[in-house]
């Protein structure tokens, strides 16, 4: 049977079959980095959570006997930015010390329009809250325990039982953490951009400027 060991298990849910090239090939990297194969899981599906799921159901074939398998969750949007080499040397120590990791990626409030930081503190019963910049930026790697963050990057010890949901407002990613609270997660930093964070703005005045003929 295979052991999960031996593997490095890269998970990418995406919408339309696609994904950023140089992000999979930084984590091959880190793979060959690891001496490791690398296994290059893609999913598609009605949903994220429906795509998770198919991630997730995906590995559970492959280690039928495992519980759960350390996964690094990569969201198809996300431009790694960062040397492999910290990546790897990152998996290494999370795994020695029996953690799970996140970093922060800006995301998109969907009301107000506004980006956050997507790594939260605080508790998975009480009210979390954002990590600032500065606390991001002054921080050492894995001393930062989180609450929540999003899936769009981490390597997480994944239960491959579990079944990920939405209820309501509440979405995949927090309520996998809500109900996995034995999963230590720690902060670390990747350089990163979300490309969902790119806004782009459109200057009417200009396109009718360059649209009117002389």
């Known amino acids: ?4 060991s031996d593997y490095f298990i890269l998970s990418i849910p ?5 994904a950023v090239p140089k992000s999979i090939m930084d ?3 880190v793979a060959a980095i690891l001496k490791r194969q690398f296994l290059l899981n893609v999913q598609t599906g009605t949903g994220i959570a429906n795509t998770r799921q198919k991630c997730t159901d995906t590995v559970k074939t492959s280690f039928p006997d495992e519980k759960n398998v350390y996964i690094f969750w990569l969201d198809s949007d996300i431009l790694l930015m960062e040397n492999p080499k910290k990546i790897a040397d990152y998996i ?3 795994e020695n010390r029996g953690l799970s990791f996140t970093t922060n990626y800006l995301g998109i409030d969907s009301y ?4 956050f930081n997507t790594a939260m ?3 998975t019963e009480n009210y979390a809250e954002y990590y600032t910049d500065k606390e991001l930026k002054n921080a050492k790697p894995f001393e930062l325990k989180c609450a929540y ?4 990057i981490g390597y997480i010890k994944t239960p491959l039982d579990y079944k990920f949901k939405t209820i309501g407002h509440e979405q995949e990613d927090f309520l996998f953490f809500k109900d996995n609270k034995t999963i230590d997660l720690r902060y670390v930093p990747i350089s990163n951009v979300h490309i969902k964070t790119v806004n782009l703005v459109f200057d009417h005045t200009n396109f009718e400027a360059l649209s009117s003929s002389d």
Do not use: I, N, Y
Request: charged letters at 25%; proline letters at 4%; aromatic letters at 4%.
């Open 14 to 18: 995406t919408h339309d079959g696609r």
């Open 149 to 152: 963050s999003g899936f769009g």
């Open 27 to 29: 984590l091959m990297s």
């Open 1 to 4: 049977m295979a052991d999960p």
């Open 92 to 94: 290494v120590e999370a």
């Open 112 to 115: 107000t329009g506004k980006t």
């Open 121 to 123: 503190k605080g508790d």
